[in-house]
């Protein structure tokens, strides 16, 4: 890593959003073959104002940067300050994203090599979960006089770098500073300008050959990255590297959900050659039973043609009658309960629970059936699949910071309607697609959602 010219870079700005935010302040610390060669900051007036939260955290205030120079004054300077140097940031994707977008205004293409330095901390301590600055500065014991301040965070990556220098072998850094800098060798039907077409967002992917045979459906939270490593990697499966790949085509997305939501949808429509598994969660199966209103014993039921709004009686979600019945059997092993009454055997009694001693005895009369019912009821509670959360469909709205997008997801009963970018829109996809089919897979992406607990303002109550 410290045999190139390096720029490490930290700045502050307005906001999240390259799109509108502007830079309040740039520092970065010159490295040229491991050494020091000096650093540089610089308050900029964004010409907007500073939020009050933004305002606490860097401490950088309206009246700061009032007196200071506006980006378009700077750009010339900065610009060859920064030529022919691999730029390094921590969660690069911002930092570059927000230079990019400046230079752009001014009319300067700015396309460095970058490195990120959280992908490399993850790359180089795999069995950390943390790499935000803080954490570290935390664990290898670095300091920061000025947190939130670019300069200060700027020499804390400085630091950082000679660190892994000191904690690291050397041939390891370089493969992961390789990993990051690797330039894709693209299949000659590709356009050259590849790279910088591919937004850095989120969204799926899909490469056609010449014939528009789909060959590979994915998804990444950042395209441009997981669209080129399929050209980089040393552990490509054969088809990636092929010359048949004639054309990509995307689909930006302003979040996960509607990454996931995208993804599910494409596989099911393109039905791409080398996908593992493309119909993996095709089919869906819940235990049917309820203690009141039965049946008698639980029931696995194909949930394809079932209403998914009043979901009390289902317990659990399989992908096959068979993982249902083998749940339930584990279940009532655990339990106690009996295999007869469990719906995993056929009676006359004893079970073969009873026998291994397990069932306490409700096929030879030992329990009774009330009792039985009550224990199974506790056994099964903790499958409940969930009813519908909310008193009607529901928006889920997602925004992306860097690209400014925001996208907005009608769901109802555990259904996708569809998505809009405007809420002017929501009626009308309300209206239009009410009865959109239940998909075991939307249903999964869902619940997977609600459980990460949607942050306020997330979600608008639409019916
Ligand atoms: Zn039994």
Partial sequence: MLDRAL????????G???????????????????????????LVNPERPI????????????????????????????????????????????????????????????????LCTVRLSRSLYPHERRHNLDSLIERHGLSCDN?????????????????????????????AVADQLKKPQLPPGLPADLADRLPESPGVYAFYTQDNVVLHVGKSTNLRVRVLSHFNGDKRPAWRASAEIARVEWDAAAGDLGMQIRHRRWLKRLQ??????????????ALQWDAV???????????????LSGTA??????????TALNALRKIA?????????????????????????????????????????MRMMQALHALRVRDWPHSGPIGIREHDPITGRTEIHVVDRWRHLGSADADTDLQDILQSRADAPFDAGIYRILVQYFKSKPRDGEIIVLG
């Fill in 7 to 14: 720029v490490f870079l930290d700045l502050e700005t307005t």
């Fill in 16 to 42: 999240a959003t390259a799109h509108f935010d502007r830079i309040t302040e740039i520092g970065l610390v010159e490295v040229d073959q491991g050494r020091h060669m000096g650093e540089w900051s610089s």
């Fill in 51 to 114: 939020s009050s939260m933004i305002e606490s955290l860097t401490g950088i205030t309206d009246a700061m940067v009032a007196q200071a120079p506006t980006f378009a004054e700077l750009a010339r300077d900065l610009f060859e300050r920064l030529a022919g140097k691999t730029l390094v940031a921590h969660n690069a994707r911002f930092d570059f994203g927000f230079l990019r977008s400046e230079f752009r205004r001014v009319g300067l293409k700015y396309a460095p090599d970058v």
């Fill in 147 to 175: 947190r939130h301040r670019a300069l200060a965070d700027a020499r804390v990556l400085w630091d950082f770098t000679q660190h892994i220098h000191r904690d690291i072998e050397a041939a390891e850094i370089r493969k």
């Fill in 272 to 285: 791409p050659l080398h996908n593992s598994k493309p119909r993996q969660d095709e089919e869906l199966w």
């Fill in 293 to 307: 209103d039965g049946p008698s014993i639980p029931v696995p039921v194909d949930t394809a043609g079932l209403d």
């Fill in 313 to 322: 009686r289902l317990h659990g979600m399989f992908r096959s009658k068979r």
């Fill in 333 to 373: 092993d655990e339990h106690g309960l009996c295999h007869i009454g469990a719906g995993v055997q056929k009676g006359p009694g004893p079970c073969l629970g009873y026998q291994l001693k397990r069932c306490r005895g409700m096929c030879v009369g030992r329990e009774s059936a009330i009792a039985h019912s």
